[in-house]
């Protein structure tokens, strides 16, 4: 069993930047794969990041390839996500998930993730 709580959102001017962390309680951290997602209102939750265990492989939706970063530090049992350049269509509620996984692989499909956050919100105004 593993907690998971996302901070780091808020409103920012478009072209700005934020760095999303997720913090994950337990002491099995490097065992998760880890993704991002996101979700609009009136929009289904969709992918934004993946990253595998160990930090080794990372994958991401061609809506946010080159401005956006994830990356993770299983000494803090936190992973991250870095946003630049941001727009308005950025805009939703940012969750991250994690799926307990030893293959090394990434996930981009929310139904192969077990764990997930509350969510913490994103406001990119134009």
């Known amino acids: 069993q593993v907690q998971l709580v996302e901070s780091g959102g808020g409103l920012v001017q478009a072209g700005g930047s934020l760095r999303l962390s997720c913090a994950a309680s337990g002491r099995t951290f490097s065992s998760y794969a880890m993704g991002w997602f996101r979700q609009a209102p009136g929009k289904e939750r969709e992918f934004v990041a993946a990253i595998s265990r160990r930090g080794v492989t990372k994958y991401y939706a061609d809506s946010v390839k080159g401005r956006f970063t994830i990356s993770r530090e299983n000494a803090k049992n936190t992973v991250y996500l870095q946003m630049n350049s941001l727009k308005p269509e950025d805009t939703a509620i940012y969750y991250c998930?994690?799926?307990?996984?030893?293959?090394?692989?990434?996930?981009?499909?929310?139904?192969?993730?077990?764990?997930w956050g509350q969510g913490t919100q994103v406001t990119v105004s134009s």
């Open positions: 998930a994690a799926r307990d996984d030893n293959s090394g692989r990434y996930y981009y499909s929310p139904l192969r993730y077990d764990y």
